[in-house]
């Protein structure tokens, strides 16, 4: 099994920035790729972007495209989501999630409890 913490959420002003920390445990061999989703006050869950954990490659929502950032650091098993030019839109619980491929958009564990962020206007 692996298991997936997200942490690094808080309040930021708009257009100010956070990093958002994934750190996994357990058989973290078994990764092939990890993704961040949020989820809004009455809104769906969606994707945000997703790291192959081997390196080379990433893919983003069109709507952080050029504002965020997904990046892992293999030694330390942990994935990150640096989130610049913050708007209010952003404001959500983010998650992170182990994914079966680079492509897939389906989580393979269940979801833990998420960090919140919140952007003030």
């Known amino acids: 099994q692996v298991q997936l913490v997200e942490s690094g959420g808080g309040l930021v002003q708009a257009g100010g920035s956070l990093r958002l920390s994934c750190a996994a445990s357990?058989?973290?061999?078994?990764?092939?790729?990890v993704g961040w989703f949020r989820q809004a006050p009455g809104k769906e869950r969606e994707f945000v972007a997703a790291?192959?954990?081997?390196?080379?490659?990433?893919n983003y929502a069109d709507s952080v495209k050029g504002r965020f950032t997904i990046s892992r650091d293999s030694a330390k098993n942990t994935a990150y989501l640096q989130m610049d030019s913050l708007k209010p839109d952003d404001t959500a619980v983010y998650y992170c999630?182990?994914?079966?491929?680079?492509?897939?958009?389906?989580?393979?564990?269940?979801w833990g409890q998420g960090t919140q962020v919140t952007v003030s206007s």
């Open positions: 357990g058989r973290t061999f078994r990764i092939d790729a």
């Open positions: 790291i192959r954990w081997s390196g080379g490659g990433t």
């Open positions: 999630n182990h994914l079966e491929t680079l492509a897939s958009r389906a989580p393979l564990r269940s």
